[in-house]
């Protein structure tokens, strides 16, 4: 795949795989005590995605494997990672001395790990960069969810990340699962095969009903609490809602193109009156390749409206379905633009696998085989195609890869690194509740 810079969960809910350093056998991680093989995990954010992600994790069959750490900004939430338990007795080990919260908490989970072991990163995107760098830092193996970051700055910090994990020999996975799936794998190889011909055109939808950020008014707690646990409605946190939902769609239309885009050009709104947060409802963006083809991103979310959650490519030739609908990606290639059953010249045979499971068996396989896998440039990648978007939307201007890539924009002033409890957040409420959100045309920072 080319760049234009230098270098949960269920399943209704290695492609892509960038080769890191090769490393001898005698660089390996696997730094345990003699006799012991069994990999240590900590769960960082034990919330709906990273208790999927351990019990994909634990029911990958390369290595034994035991859940001995968890951490969470919230106490509350560790009672979840608590019940992982009831579900793999066997594997879980987490006495209340390695249940950790606040936010430092990451750090105490990760340092019950040795080099060689694994964590699981799973809390809001703002926190990412930051639970990424210390891990890799300790030798420790890295899954980590989307979004990735929350803006540009965030963003350098995971490739650079990804930098040191090759020189440390540090496994890397990022939670772009649809890579891994093998419907979509074999679509796109047929993509690049030229069975469509030369791609002008791939569209990606996700519209469905709304997700609102729970009514201020009721809650009792901090500001800073509350935003972090509404993270979708707050783009520093969150990135917003709309990445976090279509980061998938682009990074599988860019895989399929073999490009990530050059510009972009977007618009969104509210027609939603009392949407807490600082999230748009409705999204558009046009991307524009190096070849001059085009992506269009659709995201609405607004209760009783059309719903739509497929992606589709164009060729010359032909036409593609990369997603047939939320429950499996049911691939097909068809002969003309009319995507009608008739029309079908091939389809994906069989059922399709669960590609949440498969991430995590190629990512431990790699631990354990000792082989080359760094998805984090990829993941960052797609990071900034996403942030791309929202650039173009918020502002209401065409913004190029160049300019997001190199943003200084920090969305939380100070950075990360410095937040406590008493840490104000960079948005608040008017005097009605509601919060700021970007204007096109007036905000323009990129």
């Known amino acids: 795949m080319t760049t234009n810079n ?13 080769a890191g350093t090769i490393l001898s056998a005698a660089s390996h991680l696997r730094v345990h005590a003699a006799g012991d093989e069994t990999i240590h995990i900590a769960l960082v954010g034990c919330g709906g995605r990273g208790c999927g992600a351990a019990i994909n994790a634990l029911n990958t069959k390369s290595s034994p494997l035991k859940l001995i750490a968890a951490a969470d900004v919230f106490p509350d939430r560790l009672k979840r990672a608590e019940q992982l338990s009831q579900q793999t007795p066997d594997k879980v080990d987490l006495p209340p001395e390695r249940r950790f919260a606040g936010y430092d908490s990451y750090k105490k989970a990760i340092d019950c790990l040795r080099p060689g072991d694994v964590v699981l990163l799973a809390t809001p995107p703002g926190f990412r960069p930051l639970h990424v760098e210390y891990a890799v830092k300790k030798g420790v193996h890295v899954f980590m969810e989307k979004p990735f970051a929350t803006d540009s700055p965030g963003t350098r910090r995971i490739q650079a990340a990804a930098k040191l994990a090759d020189e440390k020999n540090v496994k890397i996975a990022c939670g772009l699962m649809w890579r891994h799936c093998k419907a979509r794998k074999e679509v796109v190889d047929r993509i690049h095969n030229g069975e469509i011909g030369e791609l002008t055109l791939l569209r990606g939808f996700r519209m469905h009903n709304s997700w609102y950020a729970p009514n201020r008014s009721a809650w009792k707690g901090s500001e800073l609490e509350y935003q972090i646990r509404s993270f979708h ?4 946190i969150g990135a917003s809602l709309f990445i976090d939902y279509c980061i998938h ?3 599988v239309a860019c895989w399929a193109k073999g490009a990530w885009p050059v510009s972009a050009v977007g618009l969104g709104g509210r027609s939603t009156p009392d949407i807490s947060g600082t999230s748009y409802d ?6 524009t390749f190096p070849d001059g083809s085009f992506l269009t991103s659709h995201g609405r979310y607004i209760n009783n409206c059309f719903a739509r959650y497929q992606d589709y490519a164009h060729g010359t030739k032909g036409s593609a379905l990369l997603m047939g609908s939320l429950g499996g990606a049911e691939t097909k290639i068809y002969k003309n633009q009319q995507m009608a059953p008739e029309n079908v010249v091939w389809a994906y045979p069989g059922k399709e696998p669960n590609p949440y499971q498969i991430e995590h068996d190629l990512f431990f396989d790699a631990i354990v085989n000792n082989k080359p896998y760094n998805e984090g440039y990829r ?4 990071n900034f195609a996403s942030l791309l978007s929202r650039a173009a939307i918020n502002t209401g201007q065409i913004v190029t890869w160049d300019q997001i890539v190199k943003s200084e924009v920090e969305l939380l002033p100070g950075g990360i690194d410095n937040l406590t409890a008493d840490t104000q957040p960079p948005v608040l409420p008017n005097e009605t509740g509601h919060y700021p959100y970007a204007i096109p045309g007036k905000d323009v920072k990129i």
Do not use: M, P, Q
């Open 379 to 382: 993941a960052a990648d797609a």
């Open 249 to 251: 769609n682009i990074d």
């Open 233 to 236: 409605g707050f783009d520093w």
């Open 6 to 18: 230098s270098s949960r969960r269920e399943f209704l809910k290695a492609s892509g795989v960038a």
């Open 282 to 287: 409705s999204y558009y963006t046009e991307f």
